[in-house]
Each structure stands twice: as structure tokens, then as C-alpha cells.
């Protein structure tokens, strides 16, 4: 089981901010077990907190932008793709400002500042988010779509496609976190001459300049006209003769915007609240829609508290009946527990598979055969005491028993054929024999039942 990560210390970076301009000062700090990622305004009375969640999300125009109660940041993602990258979880991020600092218009420097300060662990484990059917968002005006399939790590493919002369086709590639900071981190953002004049009316880009974006010319402008719009950012004249791209720094990658996409596309994905596994298959993605699809799967988080457990029957158990039977007491027919398939040093999955020859169908009921919600809850309960017992000397010697039970709902009939994914966690460490847990029970990817134990472990006379 993966754990949580947070900054092993603050760091703090300094720069002007690409729309409004202003001199900024931000500052990322390490944050508790379960806090997610938070951006504390920290110019503003209160200093009001926002949470970088996708609900928050109010404007996707050249930068994501979070609002709660009136308050906004934005530009945002650039710093959100770094601390996906590093796997981080837990993160508060001061600033003085309505925005992040542009610096270089990429990672960079997020990441350079990460790297220095280093990451720890935390206890709690990692929550991730299994994609385990096709998820597809597509925008038929603009021709982009998102697709994330099931993977066993995460993964991007990016494909932009421009009508342009000097970027039309590109692709990126990332099939690995730690490639990251080499291939991806100083890809920077990028803006067409063209676009300039209608971001200026739309009061975007006052600090935009060419250190801290691609600019590419496309279009054949007058010098005059190029000339004016250099004053109106306020940046010096450029002479340019013929297309291409115009930045006082050569491009770091042949293939920089498409991998600047990428970055983005990270940036967005952060704002789940939890990391994912699955690869993702984005077509000229941009942050509108890269924030429906996180909308899509926040909506699903939000029904669905707690994930089902991947459970493939070919696999070898964990735990196989007769060592099961070597922890546990129980027997026939009060052995609710078949294999286990997972354990870590809190949690713990096992399996039951529900078959009509069950003693209790005769009765429950004879014309409609259910599972009784008791013996699911046993089920969980044994499957919670082999947590227990597996981590103690010459077991054998120790019983579980019930102290309390709270919370106890059953969401589905559990019938003949079904196949009960059992899933326990520890609330709090064992003491004093005493441990706390919360079980899910799943059929499928359904929740059918959820309880919280009390138990006590005792040696036996």
C-alpha cells in the first residue's frame, strides 16, 4: 500500500503574473495526512482558503481558474502539474496575489523547487482513483476529446493539431512519472501573434512576454502592427521578417507545445483530489475540456466514496483457505471468508463467494434466496479478525471478539451467484488488543453493504 506525501519543507518562488501583470510572491507548504492540495489568499482579509478541486473550477480561458465565495486564482496548473508529478498529496500553497507567477511559462522552476526541498511519507495510505472501464469526453465543435482507459500506472499520449503553417501536427508522450522533470517540466506554455491583440481587449496576458511563453508567427503582420503590440505588452520591438517562432530562447524540445499540452493536461487531472491509474488519450486537449473529464470522474469519486477492489479470480491469494483456517476458529457453516487476495500493514481484502447450496437459502427465503446482512457483516468481521490475527505470534492462541458496531447499511441484495469483495481498514493503531476498523463490502463494483467494527483480541484459556 502506497502512502501519502507531503513537502519535506517550504519553498518559495517570486515572479510577475502572466495576466494580471502584478508581482507575485508564492509559497508551497508541507500540509497533514488528508489535506489535499489548498491555495491561501493570503493578500486578502481572512486569508481565505480554496480547495484545487474541479467543482471550484469557474473559468478555463487561457489558464484554470478557482473561485469560492468571491475569491479567484488562477493559472494555476502549471504548479498543480509539478506536484502531481512528485506524486505529492498534501499541499498548502500561499499567495499574494489573484494568480500563480508565470516565471518561465512552465514547471521548471515548481519542480526545480521541489527537488531542493525533497518529499516524505506519510502514514495514511494513498487513495487512488482505478480506472477500470473507457472513460471519453469529446467536444464535437472544436474536435477534442479526452479518453482515459485501464492501466496499471499512469500514462499520457498527447496529440495537438493546429491549422499553421508552423505548428500543425505534434505529439508527447509520458509513460512514466520520474521522466518528468527531463522531459517535460520546462516545456513552456505558447500563444500565436495572431491570438495577441483579442487576449489584450479580453484583459488577459499583461505579463506576458517573450522569456515566458512560445510565441509563434504565423500569419504575416505589418512590422507596424507588430511594433504596436510590443508597446502594448510592453516589451521591446522585434524586427521579424519571416514565420516561425520568435523567442529570445531557442524552443527546449522540437515538440515543446504538444509537450507543454501534456503538462497542462497533468495540471487539470490534479485537481480530482486524488491521483489516477489509467492512461490517458488526450486529442487537442485544452483546459475546457480537460476539466469536464475531471468534473466526469469527481462526479463518480462523489457517488462512489470508496472504489471497489480489483479482484482477478487468476490470480494466486494472498491467503488460501487452509491457512485461513489456520487464524480463524470458525467452521462450517460459519466460515465466511474464502481467500484473501490483499493485505498491507492496515488493510486487508478478501473474497466469499455466495453459492445456492448456502445452509441459510433454506430459510432465507425458500422462493427468494438472500443473503442475510448479519452474515455479510460477519464476513467483514472475520475478514478484518485475519488482519488482526496475521500480525501476532502463534495466532492460534488469540480470538476476535464484537466490542461494537456502527453504522451498518446495506445498499444491495446479495444473492446465489454473487461474489463478495470484502474490504477492511484500520480506523486508528491496535491498543490494548482494541482495533477500530471500517469494512465495505462490494459485489462487483457495487457497494452492497458498509459497517464500522469495534473489535478486542484475546488470548484464549
Not at 185 to 194: E, P
Not at 244 to 264: C, M, Q, S, T, W
Not at 296 to 321: G, H, S
Not at 342 to 359: A, L, Q, R, Y
Request: aromatic share 6%; glycine share 6%; with cysteine.
Amino acid at each position: 500500500m502506497q502512502k501519502q506525501k507531503t513537502l519535506a519543507s517550504s519553498f518559495s518562488l517570486h515572479g510577475k503574473g502572466l495576466h494580471t501583470g502584478l508581482d507575485i510572491e508564492i509559497r508551497f507548504n508541507p500540509a497533514p495526512e488528508n489535506h489535499g492540495y489548498k491555495i491561501k489568499r493570503i493578500d486578502i482579509e481572512g486569508q481565505p482558503i480554496i480547495e484545487a478541486l474541479a467543482e471550484n473550477v469557474t473559468n478555463t480561458q487561457r489558464g484554470t481558474v478557482l473561485t469560492k465565495n468571491d475569491v479567484k486564482v488562477s493559472t494555476i496548473e502549471h504548479a498543480m502539474a509539478a506536484l502531481y508529478a512528485f506524486e505529492i498529496d498534501n499541499c498548502l500553497i500561499e499567495v499574494n496575489a489573484p494568480e500563480f507567477p508565470i516565471l518561465d511559462g512552465s514547471s521548471r522552476y515548481f519542480t526545480e523547487g521541489i527537488q531542493k526541498v525533497g518529499v516524505v511519507k506519510q502514514n495514511s495510505p494513498k487513495d487512488c482513483y482505478i480506472v477500470k472501464h473507457k472513460i471519453e469526453v469529446i467536444d464535437e465543435e472544436t474536435g477534442s476529446s479526452l479518453i482515459i482507459l485501464p492501466d496499471d500506472k499512469f500514462s499520457i499520449n498527447a496529440l495537438i493539431s493546429f491549422n499553421s503553417p508552423v505548428l500543425a501536427n505534434q505529439f508527447a508522450t509520458l509513460s512514466n512519472m520520474q521522466e518528468f522533470p527531463e522531459q517535460i517540466a520546462a516545456s513552456r506554455t505558447f500563444v500565436f501573434v495572431r491570438e495577441v491583440e483579442t487576449l489584450l481587449q479580453n484583459n488577459l496576458i499583461k505579463g506576458g512576454n517573450l522569456d515566458n511563453a512560445i510565441v509563434i508567427y504565423d500569419q504575416k503582420i505589418s512590422q507596424e502592427m507588430l511594433d504596436k503590440l510590443a508597446d502594448t505588452v510592453g516589451i521591446p520591438r522585434k524586427k521579424v521578417n519571416e514565420l516561425g517562432y520568435i523567442n529570445n530562447k531557442p524552443l527546449v524540445f522540437d515538440n515543446e507545445p504538444a509537450r507543454h499540452k501534456l503538462l497542462d493536461i497533468m495540471g487539470d487531472l490534479a485537481l480530482i483530489g486524488k491521483p489516477i491509474k489509467g492512461r490517458v488519450i488526450a486529442t487537442r486537449p485544452g483546459h475546457k475540456i480537460n476539466n469536464q473529464l475531471v468534473r466526469m470522474i469527481r462526479k463518480d469519486i462523489k457517488l462512489n466514496e470508496v472504489q471497489a477492489p480489483v479482484y482477478d479470480p487468476n490470480d494466486a491469494p494472498f491467503m488460501d483457505i487452509n491457512r485461513i483456517k489456520e487464524l480463524l476458529p470458525h467452521r462450517y457453516p460459519f466460515l465466511l471468508v474464502d481467500k484473501i487476495i490483499e493485505i498491507g500493514s492496515n488493510h486487508i481484502v478478501g473474497i466469499k463467494n455466495i453459492t445456492g447450496d448456502e445452509p441459510f437459502f433454506t430459510g432465507h427465503f425458500p422462493q427468494e434466496p438472500v443473503t442475510p446482512g448479519v452474515l455479510i457483516v460477519e464476513a467483514m468481521a472475520q475478514t478484518g479478525g485475519l488482519l488482526v490475527l496475521n500480525s501476532v505470534d502463534e495466532p492460534e492462541r488469540y480470538s476476535t471478539y464484537f466490542m461494537k458496531i456502527d453504522g451498518v447499511k446495506f445498499r444491495q441484495k446479495v444473492v446465489p451467484g454473487d461474489t463478495l469483495i470484502l474490504r477492511l481498514e484500520l480506523l486508528a493503531p491496535i491498543r490494548r488488543g482494541i482495533s477500530t476498523m471500517k469494512g465495505h463490502a462490494f459485489v462487483g463494483e457495487k457497494l452492497v453493504t458498509e459497517a464500522e467494527f469495534m473489535a478486542q483480541i484475546i488470548k484464549n484459556k
